[in-house]
Protein backbone atom coordinates (compact mmCIF):
# COMPACT_ATOMS: atom_id res chain seq x y z
CA UNK A 1 0.00 0.00 0.00
CA UNK A 2 1.40 3.38 -0.75
CA UNK A 3 1.84 6.33 1.35
CA UNK A 4 -1.68 7.68 2.34
CA UNK A 5 -2.23 11.74 1.21
CA UNK A 6 -4.93 13.80 2.24
CA UNK A 7 -5.34 17.18 0.34
CA UNK A 8 -7.07 19.65 1.88
CA UNK A 9 -7.97 23.54 1.00
CA UNK A 10 -8.58 26.24 2.98
CA UNK A 11 -8.77 30.02 2.01
CA UNK A 12 -7.55 29.06 -1.38
CA UNK A 13 -8.18 29.60 -4.99
CA UNK A 14 -7.56 25.86 -6.20
CA UNK A 15 -4.07 27.04 -8.05
CA UNK A 16 -2.18 24.98 -5.37
CA UNK A 17 -4.22 22.12 -6.45
CA UNK A 18 -3.75 22.52 -10.29
CA UNK A 19 -0.29 23.05 -9.50
CA UNK A 20 -0.22 19.08 -7.94
CA UNK A 21 -1.87 18.25 -11.29
CA UNK A 22 0.69 19.88 -13.39
CA UNK A 23 3.26 17.95 -11.90
CA UNK A 24 1.96 16.27 -15.16
CA UNK A 25 3.14 12.78 -16.13
CA UNK A 26 5.21 12.21 -13.67
CA UNK A 27 2.20 12.46 -11.35
CA UNK A 28 1.14 9.14 -12.87
CA UNK A 29 4.39 7.17 -11.43
CA UNK A 30 3.79 8.67 -8.47
CA UNK A 31 0.13 7.60 -7.94
CA UNK A 32 1.99 3.99 -8.10
CA UNK A 33 3.50 4.74 -4.63
CA UNK A 34 0.56 7.84 -3.16
CA UNK A 35 -2.62 6.88 -2.32
CA UNK A 36 -4.91 10.09 -2.58
CA UNK A 37 -7.78 9.44 0.34
CA UNK A 38 -9.20 12.65 0.39
CA UNK A 39 -9.12 15.57 -1.98
CA UNK A 40 -11.95 17.43 -2.31
CA UNK A 41 -11.09 19.86 -5.26
CA UNK A 42 -10.71 16.54 -7.38
CA UNK A 43 -13.48 14.21 -5.63
CA UNK A 44 -16.79 14.81 -4.18
CA UNK A 45 -16.67 14.70 -0.86
CA UNK A 46 -18.99 15.43 2.23
CA UNK A 47 -17.44 16.50 5.47
CA UNK A 48 -20.86 15.32 7.48
CA UNK A 49 -21.46 12.10 5.79
CA UNK A 50 -23.02 12.20 2.37
CA UNK A 51 -26.35 12.86 3.18
CA UNK A 52 -25.21 15.12 6.52
CA UNK A 53 -25.90 12.63 8.76
CA UNK A 54 -22.43 12.19 10.76
CA UNK A 55 -21.54 14.64 13.82
CA UNK A 56 -17.93 14.19 13.17
CA UNK A 57 -15.51 15.58 10.28
CA UNK A 58 -14.95 12.98 8.42
CA UNK A 59 -11.45 13.30 7.00
CA UNK A 60 -9.63 9.44 6.78
CA UNK A 61 -6.03 9.37 8.82
CA UNK A 62 -3.26 10.02 6.65
CA UNK A 63 0.61 9.78 6.51
CA UNK A 64 0.93 12.73 5.03
CA UNK A 65 -1.53 16.06 4.76
CA UNK A 66 -1.61 18.82 1.99
CA UNK A 67 -2.98 21.95 3.01
CA UNK A 68 -3.27 24.83 0.79
CA UNK A 69 -5.25 28.50 1.73
CA UNK A 70 -4.82 30.37 4.83
CA UNK A 71 -7.02 30.48 7.73
CA UNK A 72 -9.79 32.77 7.66
CA UNK A 73 -12.76 31.32 9.48
CA UNK A 74 -13.67 28.88 12.17
CA UNK A 75 -14.83 26.20 9.19
CA UNK A 76 -11.34 26.78 8.07
CA UNK A 77 -10.04 26.42 11.70
CA UNK A 78 -12.06 23.07 12.28
CA UNK A 79 -10.69 21.59 9.14
CA UNK A 80 -7.44 22.27 9.86
CA UNK A 81 -7.08 21.43 13.55
CA UNK A 82 -8.91 17.85 12.07
CA UNK A 83 -6.43 17.57 9.05
CA UNK A 84 -3.88 18.05 11.43
CA UNK A 85 -5.09 15.14 14.47
CA UNK A 86 -5.33 12.67 11.42
CA UNK A 87 -2.14 13.03 9.71
CA UNK A 88 1.68 12.51 10.45
CA UNK A 89 3.82 15.34 8.27
CA UNK A 90 1.42 18.59 7.54
CA UNK A 91 2.98 20.60 4.67
CA UNK A 92 1.68 24.17 3.89
CA UNK A 93 1.17 23.87 0.48
CA UNK A 94 1.57 27.43 -1.22
CA UNK A 95 2.21 31.00 0.09
CA UNK A 96 -1.32 31.58 1.51
CA UNK A 97 -0.90 28.85 3.58
CA UNK A 98 2.69 29.50 4.42
CA UNK A 99 2.87 33.55 4.66
CA UNK A 100 -0.76 34.42 4.62
CA UNK A 101 -0.78 35.00 0.48
CA UNK A 102 -3.08 37.50 -0.93
CA UNK A 103 -6.09 36.76 1.25
CA UNK A 104 -4.21 38.33 4.10
CA UNK A 105 -4.12 41.96 2.00
CA UNK A 106 -7.28 41.34 4.60
CA UNK A 107 -5.19 41.88 7.62
CA UNK A 108 -4.61 45.68 6.85
CA UNK A 109 -7.88 46.67 7.62
CA UNK A 110 -10.67 45.50 10.91
CA UNK A 111 -13.40 42.95 9.85
CA UNK A 112 -15.64 45.91 10.59
CA UNK A 113 -14.21 47.99 8.16
CA UNK A 114 -13.36 45.24 5.40
CA UNK A 115 -16.89 44.08 5.79
CA UNK A 116 -18.61 47.26 5.29
CA UNK A 117 -16.83 48.51 2.52
CA UNK A 118 -17.83 45.02 1.06
CA UNK A 119 -21.29 45.12 1.39
CA UNK A 120 -21.60 48.74 0.93
CA UNK A 121 -19.29 48.96 -2.19
CA UNK A 122 -21.71 45.64 -3.67
CA UNK A 123 -23.66 46.75 -7.19
CA UNK A 124 -26.90 44.76 -5.54
CA UNK A 125 -29.19 47.26 -3.95
CA UNK A 126 -29.68 46.56 -0.18
CA UNK A 127 -27.19 43.98 0.31
CA UNK A 128 -26.87 43.21 3.93
CA UNK A 129 -23.60 41.55 5.60
CA UNK A 130 -24.59 38.41 5.70
CA UNK A 131 -24.96 36.83 9.47
CA UNK A 132 -26.85 33.52 9.11
CA UNK A 133 -25.56 29.98 7.79
CA UNK A 134 -21.93 30.73 7.18
CA UNK A 135 -18.93 30.44 8.83
CA UNK A 136 -17.80 32.94 11.54
CA UNK A 137 -14.71 34.90 10.49
CA UNK A 138 -11.92 35.36 12.31
CA UNK A 139 -10.35 38.35 13.53
CA UNK A 140 -7.39 38.02 10.89
CA UNK A 141 -6.36 35.59 8.03
CA UNK A 142 -3.70 33.38 9.82
CA UNK A 143 -0.92 31.10 8.21
CA UNK A 144 -1.67 27.66 9.23
CA UNK A 145 1.76 27.59 11.73
CA UNK A 146 0.11 30.03 13.70
CA UNK A 147 -2.59 27.68 14.22
CA UNK A 148 -1.16 24.21 14.08
CA UNK A 149 2.32 22.80 13.68
CA UNK A 150 3.77 22.67 10.30
CA UNK A 151 6.22 20.09 9.62
CA UNK A 152 7.32 21.76 6.01
CA UNK A 153 6.61 24.83 4.15
CA UNK A 154 6.16 25.09 0.35
CA UNK A 155 5.76 28.46 -0.60
CA UNK A 156 4.71 29.53 -4.30
CA UNK A 157 1.61 31.50 -5.43
CA UNK A 158 1.29 28.58 -7.08
CA UNK A 159 4.25 26.31 -5.77
CA UNK A 160 6.52 25.09 -8.24
CA UNK A 161 5.30 21.52 -9.13
CA UNK A 162 8.67 19.79 -9.21
CA UNK A 163 8.88 20.93 -5.43
CA UNK A 164 5.92 18.90 -4.40
CA UNK A 165 6.64 16.12 -6.58
CA UNK A 166 10.31 15.97 -4.79
CA UNK A 167 9.15 16.54 -1.83
CA UNK A 168 6.47 13.51 -2.20
CA UNK A 169 9.23 11.77 -3.69
CA UNK A 170 12.15 12.07 -0.52
CA UNK A 171 8.75 11.44 1.97
CA UNK A 172 8.09 8.10 0.08
CA UNK A 173 11.75 7.04 0.33
CA UNK A 174 11.89 8.68 3.96
CA UNK A 175 14.06 11.13 2.91
CA UNK A 176 14.24 14.86 4.34
CA UNK A 177 12.83 16.96 1.71
CA UNK A 178 14.74 20.15 0.41
CA UNK A 179 14.13 23.01 -0.91
CA UNK A 180 16.08 26.14 -2.45
CA UNK A 181 16.76 29.04 0.59
CA UNK A 182 18.08 31.37 -1.47
CA UNK A 183 16.44 34.85 -3.14
CA UNK A 184 14.92 35.30 -6.35
CA UNK A 185 17.99 37.27 -6.81
CA UNK A 186 20.36 34.17 -6.64
CA UNK A 187 18.16 32.55 -9.87
CA UNK A 188 18.05 35.88 -11.92
CA UNK A 189 20.41 35.91 -15.13
CA UNK A 190 20.31 39.61 -15.65
CA UNK A 191 22.74 42.49 -15.81
CA UNK A 192 23.84 43.98 -12.67
CA UNK A 193 26.29 46.95 -12.85
CA UNK A 194 25.46 48.47 -9.32
CA UNK A 195 23.37 51.11 -8.27
CA UNK A 196 21.78 53.09 -11.12
CA UNK A 197 20.90 56.44 -11.93
CA UNK A 198 17.37 56.41 -10.91
CA UNK A 199 16.36 57.86 -7.16
CA UNK A 200 12.85 57.29 -6.99
CA UNK A 201 10.70 54.33 -7.56
CA UNK A 202 9.42 53.76 -11.07
CA UNK A 203 5.74 52.91 -12.06
CA UNK A 204 5.62 49.61 -14.08
CA UNK A 205 3.39 51.36 -16.67
CA UNK A 206 5.80 50.80 -19.58
CA UNK A 207 8.23 48.33 -21.05
CA UNK A 208 11.29 47.91 -18.88
CA UNK A 209 14.59 48.87 -20.98
CA UNK A 210 15.82 46.15 -23.07
CA UNK A 211 15.98 45.22 -27.04
CA UNK A 212 13.42 42.81 -28.07
CA UNK A 213 14.89 38.93 -28.63
CA UNK A 214 17.79 40.02 -27.01
CA UNK A 215 18.80 37.46 -24.09
CA UNK A 216 18.50 38.16 -20.86
CA UNK A 217 21.54 38.06 -19.68
CA UNK A 218 21.92 41.58 -21.24
CA UNK A 219 19.17 43.25 -19.89
CA UNK A 220 19.52 45.35 -16.91
CA UNK A 221 18.44 44.35 -13.45
CA UNK A 222 15.11 45.53 -13.04
CA UNK A 223 15.74 47.09 -10.03
CA UNK A 224 18.75 49.05 -10.78
CA UNK A 225 16.41 50.09 -13.62
CA UNK A 226 14.16 51.28 -11.19
CA UNK A 227 11.42 49.16 -10.75
CA UNK A 228 9.93 47.51 -8.14
CA UNK A 229 11.45 44.49 -8.38
CA UNK A 230 11.14 42.10 -5.38
CA UNK A 231 13.35 39.94 -5.95
CA UNK A 232 15.93 40.41 -3.48
CA UNK A 233 14.02 39.91 -0.63
CA UNK A 234 11.36 36.85 -2.03
CA UNK A 235 12.39 33.33 -1.64
CA UNK A 236 13.70 31.45 -5.02
CA UNK A 237 11.80 28.98 -6.47
CA UNK A 238 9.98 29.65 -9.45
CA UNK A 239 13.03 29.63 -11.62
CA UNK A 240 12.10 27.33 -14.85
CA UNK A 241 14.68 27.49 -17.58
CA UNK A 242 17.13 29.08 -15.59
CA UNK A 243 15.41 32.16 -14.61
CA UNK A 244 12.60 33.50 -12.43
CA UNK A 245 9.09 33.35 -14.23
CA UNK A 246 8.43 36.90 -13.97
CA UNK A 247 11.73 38.06 -15.16
CA UNK A 248 11.43 36.00 -18.31
CA UNK A 249 8.49 37.94 -19.33
CA UNK A 250 10.96 40.87 -18.39
CA UNK A 251 8.36 41.76 -15.91
CA UNK A 252 9.50 42.68 -12.07
CA UNK A 253 8.92 39.85 -9.46
CA UNK A 254 5.82 40.67 -7.25
CA UNK A 255 7.32 38.63 -4.30
CA UNK A 256 4.70 35.62 -4.43
CA UNK A 257 7.21 33.29 -2.59
CA UNK A 258 7.22 34.98 0.40
CA UNK A 259 10.01 35.98 2.30
CA UNK A 260 13.90 34.44 2.30
CA UNK A 261 13.64 33.61 5.43
CA UNK A 262 11.07 32.27 7.40
CA UNK A 263 10.11 35.56 9.46
CA UNK A 264 11.49 37.77 7.20
CA UNK A 265 9.72 41.28 6.86
CA UNK A 266 9.10 41.57 2.40
CA UNK A 267 8.51 45.37 3.53
CA UNK A 268 11.63 46.37 5.45
CA UNK A 269 13.74 43.84 3.54
CA UNK A 270 12.61 46.06 0.54
CA UNK A 271 13.19 49.25 1.73
CA UNK A 272 16.93 47.82 2.90
CA UNK A 273 17.04 46.93 -1.01
CA UNK A 274 15.69 50.32 -2.44
CA UNK A 275 18.61 52.11 -0.42
CA UNK A 276 21.35 49.90 -1.45
CA UNK A 277 20.43 50.33 -4.69
CA UNK A 278 20.38 54.34 -4.06
CA UNK A 279 16.45 54.56 -4.19
CA UNK A 280 14.73 56.29 -1.85
CA UNK A 281 12.17 53.95 0.09
CA UNK A 282 9.84 57.55 0.54
CA UNK A 283 8.59 56.97 -2.72
CA UNK A 284 7.05 53.77 -2.85
CA UNK A 285 3.24 54.82 -3.24
CA UNK A 286 2.15 52.32 -0.94
CA UNK A 287 4.18 50.56 1.35
CA UNK A 288 1.94 47.89 2.64
CA UNK A 289 1.79 46.20 -0.60
CA UNK A 290 4.80 44.98 -0.31
CA UNK A 291 3.26 42.45 2.42
CA UNK A 292 1.05 41.29 -0.58
CA UNK A 293 2.18 37.44 -0.14
CA UNK A 294 3.08 37.79 3.55
CA UNK A 295 0.50 39.62 5.84
CA UNK A 296 -0.05 36.63 8.58
CA UNK A 297 2.18 36.70 11.59
CA UNK A 298 1.19 40.14 12.07
CA UNK A 299 3.11 41.98 9.40
CA UNK A 300 -0.03 43.18 8.23
CA UNK A 301 -2.41 45.11 10.92
CA UNK A 302 -5.14 47.52 10.57
CA UNK A 303 -3.79 51.01 11.47
CA UNK A 304 -6.57 51.72 13.95
CA UNK A 305 -8.21 49.46 16.18
CA UNK A 306 -12.09 47.58 15.92
CA UNK A 307 -13.47 49.08 18.86
S1 LIG B 1 -0.97 30.28 -2.76
FE1 LIG B 1 -1.74 31.25 -4.63
S2 LIG B 1 -2.36 29.51 -5.89
FE2 LIG B 1 -2.23 28.75 -3.78
S3 LIG B 1 -4.30 29.04 -2.92
FE3 LIG B 1 -3.13 30.88 -2.44
S4 LIG B 1 -3.67 32.29 -4.10
FE4 LIG B 1 -4.18 30.25 -4.81
S1 LIG C 1 16.20 42.62 -8.54
FE1 LIG C 1 14.92 41.52 -10.01
S2 LIG C 1 15.85 41.81 -12.01
FE2 LIG C 1 17.37 42.37 -10.45
S3 LIG C 1 18.57 40.51 -10.10
FE3 LIG C 1 16.91 40.51 -8.59
S4 LIG C 1 15.25 39.36 -9.56
FE4 LIG C 1 16.68 39.92 -11.18
S1 LIG D 1 9.45 36.14 -10.14
FE1 LIG D 1 8.63 36.61 -8.11
S2 LIG D 1 6.43 37.03 -8.41
FE2 LIG D 1 7.22 36.04 -10.28
S3 LIG D 1 6.75 33.86 -9.98
FE3 LIG D 1 8.86 34.22 -9.23
S4 LIG D 1 8.66 34.66 -7.03
FE4 LIG D 1 6.62 34.88 -7.97
Not at 267 to 273: E, H, K, T
Request: proline content about 6%; aromatic content about 4%; some cysteine.
Amino acid sequence: MGVKVVSEWLHSCSGCEIAILNIGEELLDLLERVELVHIPVLMDKKYFGQTGQENDLDIPEADVALVSGGVANDEHLEVLEKVRSRCNFLIALGTCATHGGIPSLLNQWTKKEAMETIYSTSTTDDCEIPSEGIPKMLDRVYALDEQVKVDLMVPGCPPNSEHIASVLKALISGKSPTLPDKSVCSTCPTLRKGKGDVKGVKRFLENANFTPGEPLERMRCLLEQGYMCMGPVTAAGCAVSGAPKCISARVPCRGCYGPVRFNGNQLLDMMNALASNGIDWRSIEDKRSLLRFSGAHGFLRPLKHEK
